[in-house]
């Protein structure tokens, strides 16, 4: 039997926190359910503890990687990690068939690809950018390069230096594949809550966006980062002129580049990088033979 530790980070999720709670502990290879409440500003920690669920508390918000940190800290020493949004709801039973794999030995981490069809709720310039860097260093062609639902093999996870923030799963990606592991998706049929096509939702994805850049700069160095970005911006373009009628052809471009333009600007370097020194790039690593 695998000893595996769901790890759950939430924050602002008392709506949801106790059906994912509830629905991983019926996931027979799961023995202890964590949840890290993030500084959350509602119930999330009561609703999580009602559940069953051991409940680590965090004075102030740290971002999702700080999150899971302290839930790795907390765990002991498992057989495998599996980490687990809060907000995906009784669809988490699920979970068993990501653990699988990494549990039988197959894999080293397993990454979840939500079966069903989503409609999209952003532009594609993250995971478009995220796909193409994880393509270029790694080889893997992956579907959702940005999923946070995923099982890790204990050691592996317990080496890794987390990214900051939004930029966990990319930094996880590349980290892991960097020590050889063996990294596939597996499709389920996980459900969880999309953010919309608003301000708000917006401002999320470009925080998102920000941090997966920070993560792959750290990792793969300035230039390729660049250059990633630059052609996942132009393939977005490209991706927007097919099918559009000649006569329309050029307004429907102009569109693509000005929205393009916009999110990508977003996700530009900031001006101070002093929160980037605590970061090690895989390149400086491999130089020193670590």
Do not use: C
Request: aromatic residues 4%; positive net charge; charged residues 20%.
């Amino acid at each position: 039997m695998t000893h595996a530790v769901a790890i759950v980070p939430a924050f602002d999720r008392a709506d949801t926190v106790g059906a994912t709670v509830t629905a991983l502990r019926t996931v027979p290879d799961v023995l202890d359910v964590i949840v890290v409440d993030d500084g959350s500003r509602d119930r999330t920690a009561a609703a999580a503890a009602a559940a069953g669920a051991r409940v680590i508390e965090l004075a102030r918000n740290r971002g999702k990687a700080a999150a899971v940190a302290a839930g790795v800290a907390a765990s002991g020493a498992p057989d495998v990690y599996l980490l687990i949004d809060a907000d995906l709801g009784g669809s988490a039973a699920l979970a068993a068939d990501l653990l699988q794999p990494v549990g039988q030995g197959e894999a080293d981490m397993t990454i979840a690809v939500f079966g069903g069809a989503e409609s999209p709720s952003g532009f594609g310039l993250v995971k478009a950018f995220a796909a193409r860097v994880l393509r270029s260093e790694t080889g893997l062609e992956l579907a959702e390069p940005l999923s946070g639902q995923r099982a890790v093999r204990g050691p592996l996870m317990r080496s890794l230096q987390l990214a900051p923030g939004f930029g966990l799963e990319v930094g996880l990606t590349l980290d892991a594949a960097d020590r050889g592991a063996r990294i596939s998706e597996v499709e389920i049929g996980f459900s969880h809550r999309q953010t919309g096509r608003d301000l708000s939702g917006f401002a999320h994805r470009a925080r998102i966006g920000r941090h997966v850049y920070l993560a792959v700069v750290a990792r793969t160095g300035w230039p390729k980062a660049v250059y990633s970005l630059a052609a996942s911006l132009a393939g977005r373009v490209i991706s927007a002129a097919r099918g559009v009628p000649a006569r329309d052809r050029g307004q429907q471009l102009g569109r693509a580049v000005r929205q393009s333009w916009q999110r990508a600007r977003q996700l530009w370097p900031p001006r101070s990088l002093r929160h980037l020194r605590s970061w090690r790039s895989l390149r400086r690593r491999r130089a020193r033979g670590s």
